[in-house]
């Protein structure tokens, strides 16, 4: 009988190292004082699964989620039921829920944290978290640039109005200033790729699914995003190709957009 060859067992250390924004670069060896093999949960959730519910009074986290591999990690406020973060791969999410550093003030109305698809985590304990945080100035800052992007995901939101093509470039202008701080994204060509179902534009943006769609289309026409067809890859990839195009559309008032509403 033949053997079964054994998948090479990834190492979730240098996992970390290789694609996430807060440990790319840093020493192996530094991190190994920190966090052991043993320590450190991969973990899958699955699609539309809450993860957790984030800003319960006096209620805390005891890990943070770092995404490894695909995903789309959103939050949803709950008066408005309106997705305020997106969170993709490279990227983590529940610093915010962690009581120390910013997490101590970082206070809002109760909100789901969900897996909007299939993705994959690592799960860091607080405690190690906590210190590599007292001793990495480097790590300080990237753990604090965090905080910074996602208030600042928030206010490019807060400055889409209810003018449609405003209110959908508005979120991806905010998506394209995170994932480069973040050093995800451009590609070699400078354009950005998301992946973004029209559900998740409507639920952000406070618009309704057909509408969405409409301005979509009225920025294929305009050439200013591409729908991306690929096999391997789900049919939500939006990539956009002409970011400084889409900063007029992004900052237009009503009726500044000769080609809305759509004919």
């Avoid at 897996?115 to 978290?129: D, F, R």
Wanted: hydrophobic share 40%; aromatic share 10%; charged share 25%.
């Amino acid at each position: 009988m033949a053997k079964v060859s054994k998948q090479p067992k990834i190492n979730p250390l240098k996992q970390l190292i290789d694609s996430n924004f807060l440990f790319k670069g840093l020493e192996e060896q530094l991190l190994a004082e920190y966090l052991s093999i043993d320590s450190l949960k991969v973990e899958k959730l699955f699609s539309n699964r809450p993860v957790y519910t984030a800003f319960l009074a006096d209620e805390y986290l005891d890990v943070l989620y770092v995404i490894v591999d695909e995903g789309l990690v959103i939050i949803r406020s709950a008066p408005l039921d309106r997705i305020i973060a997106i969170t993709y791969p490279g990227d983590c999410f529940g610093m915010r829920s962690l009581p120390f550093s910013h997490g101590l003030a970082s206070r809002a109305f109760p909100s789901l944290v969900e897996a909007y698809k299939t993705t994959h985590v690592i799960k860091i304990p607080l405690e190690n978290i906590q210190k590599i945080y007292e001793n990495s100035d480097q790590f300080r800052q990237r753990y604090a640039k965090l905080f910074e992007l996602r208030e600042k995901f928030q206010y490019h939101l807060l400055n889409c109005s209810t003018y449609p093509p405003q209110a959908v470039a508005a979120l991806l202008r905010g998506l394209i200033y995170q994932e480069r701080e973040l050093g995800n994204q451009p590609d070699s060509h400078g354009r950005y790729r998301f992946d973004l179902p029209v559900d998740v534009i409507a639920r952000a943006c406070q618009l309704n699914q057909r509408t969405v769609e409409q301005v979509l289309k009225g920025m294929q026409q305009e050439n200013l995003i591409e729908a991306v067809k690929d096999s391997e890859v789900s049919g939500d990839l939006i990539q956009v190709i002409d970011p400084e195009a889409l900063k007029e559309v992004y900052s237009a008032t009503r009726d500044k957009v000769s080609w809305w509403p759509l004919r």
